[in-house]
């Protein structure tokens, strides 16, 4: 959710796609579904950065829920919907970052260092929580055959304060290289 989608969206995978087909399967099919009302309209609102903050963070909050999270440790079908909403979350996440081809800048850059902030915020709170509460949230762990109460909370803590610094970090960087970028002096004149 964090890493994948940003490197395949930095890889510009619309632009190889489009140019790595057969050219007429692109004029005669791929393009005239694109140009479709509904299929710009549908882009252009599963793009804007509300809701693609808001996926990513349903995705996030919603499979940490204590029950979502246990069924999705015993059934292989949950657990791979919850793979694949991770990372069509984080696809939607990156979009209005790093705007891969064909996008459209609709707003102000300055809006996505906010958006970026704004994205540690529900990650921060998780990972506190896991790492400051003192209790063992996920107890299907508590069953393992390794496990006793003192390892899975430790582990848990771990895992919050893992998830805590990386994910800040991750979002540190880009935040970091649009500032520079945006307060570059302008090269055009």
């Not at 804007?48 to 829920?65: D, E, F, Q, S, Y």
């Amino acid at each position: 959710m964090t890493v994948a989608p940003a490197l395949i969206l930095l890889a510009n995978p619309v632009r190889t796609l489009a140019e790595g087909l057969p050219q007429q399967f692109v004029a005669r099919f791929l393009l005239p579904v694109f140009r479709w009302p509904v299929v710009r309209r549908l882009g252009r609102c599963s793009t804007k950065p509300i809701v693609c903050w808001l996926a990513a963070t349903a995705a996030l909050v919603g499979w940490h829920i204590p029950g979502i999270f246990a069924l999705a440790l015993r059934s292989p079908v949950v657990h791979s919907v919850e793979h694949f909403s991770f990372v069509f979350a984080g696809f939607l996440f990156w979009w209005p970052v790093l705007q891969p081809w064909p996008s459209v800048a609709s707003q102000s850059r300055w809006l996505i260092l906010l958006y970026l902030f704004l994205a540690t915020l529900p990650c921060d709170i998780l990972s506190a929580y896991l790492t400051f509460c003192e209790r063992v949230v996920y107890t299907d762990y508590l069953s393992m055959p390794w496990a006793t109460t003192m390892s899975v909370l430790r582990d848990q803590e771990f895992a919050g304060a893992l998830m805590w610094t990386c994910v800040t970090i991750i979002y540190l960087v880009p935040a970091s290289i649009l500032t520079v970028r945006l307060l570059a002096p302008d090269r055009k004149k």
